[in-house]
């Protein structure tokens, strides 16, 4: 059968190897998600984002997939870097611009 | 492009005071500005949806009397925490929607103000 990635609130991974994030979203008529990575006492930034009619999106070094069944997104970040340590934060478009936020996975990137 | 400020970065007030925060599109027209409030190593939580020339939309359970919004142009919105207390102690975020951006429903995140209340 196929799996479902679970959330997990921290991520340890060795620099150098890929990350793989995951977040579950409820609504599912959400038409637009978005990936954000916030550092500590910044806002967030934008990384990537998907829309609906796709199931895969790829950008420098990451790529989001989108699975609409089991309403699944996930972020891969390849060859992770200390730069990459940081909370990251998935968002669906409820509508009218606003967005839901999950909960956070804070990644932690081992030199 | 789609730079948003936010001024102060940081604020300590004392209880029963108001402080005014001020979120600002700088290289672009924003018609929507959100506003958010983020507790620590916790998610950002939507407060209310602020739109240039009306009233703003609060989430629920947001006070509407306490936290004042006005976005009085298409580059500045502001929040004022009226008579504050230590519980309103925390990271306030605003974000904007680019009028002239093709897809309208990207977010651009200002940096932060960090409230503290004695």
């Known amino acids: 059968g196929e799996s479902v990635g679970l959330h997990l609130p921290t991520l340890s991974v060795q620099e150098g190897d890929n990350s793989i994030i995951n977040c579950a979203y409820s609504?599912?008529?959400?038409?637009?998600f978005i990936w954000y990575k916030q550092e500590s006492g910044k806002g967030p930034q934008f990384i990537i984002d998907?829309?609906?009619?796709?199931d895969k999106r790829q950008g420098q070094r990451v790529t989001v997939l989108l699975n609409k069944t089991v309403k699944h997104l996930s972020l891969q970040i390849a060859a992770t870097q200390p730069g990459d340590s940081a909370v990251y934060f998935c968002a669906e478009n409820i509508g009218g611009g606003k967005s839901t936020f999950g909960d956070g996975t804070t990644l932690t990137v081992k030199p | 492009g789609a730079v948003v400020s936010q001024h102060p970065s940081r604020v300590i007030c004392k209880s029963g005071t108001s402080v005014k925060i001020e979120c600002r599109s700088l290289?672009?027209?924003?018609?929507?500005m959100f506003w958010y409030r983020q507790f620590p190593k916790k998610s950002l939580m939507l407060m209310a949806t602020s739109n240039e020339g009306s009233k703003a939309t609060y989430e629920q359970g947001v006070e509407k009397d306490k936290f004042l919004i006005n976005h009085a142009s298409l580059t500045l919105s502001t929040l004022t925490v009226t008579s504050a207390h230590p519980e309103d102690s925390s990271f306030y975020i605003c974000?904007?929607?680019?009028?002239?951006?093709?897809?309208?429903?990207?977010?651009?995140f200002g940096p932060g103000t960090r409230l503290t209340v004695l």
């Open positions: 998907i829309r609906s009619n796709m």
């Open positions: 290289d672009f027209q924003a018609t929507t």
């Open positions: 974000s904007a929607l680019s009028r002239a951006a093709v897809n309208t429903d990207t977010q651009y």
């Open positions: 609504n599912s008529a959400s038409d637009y």
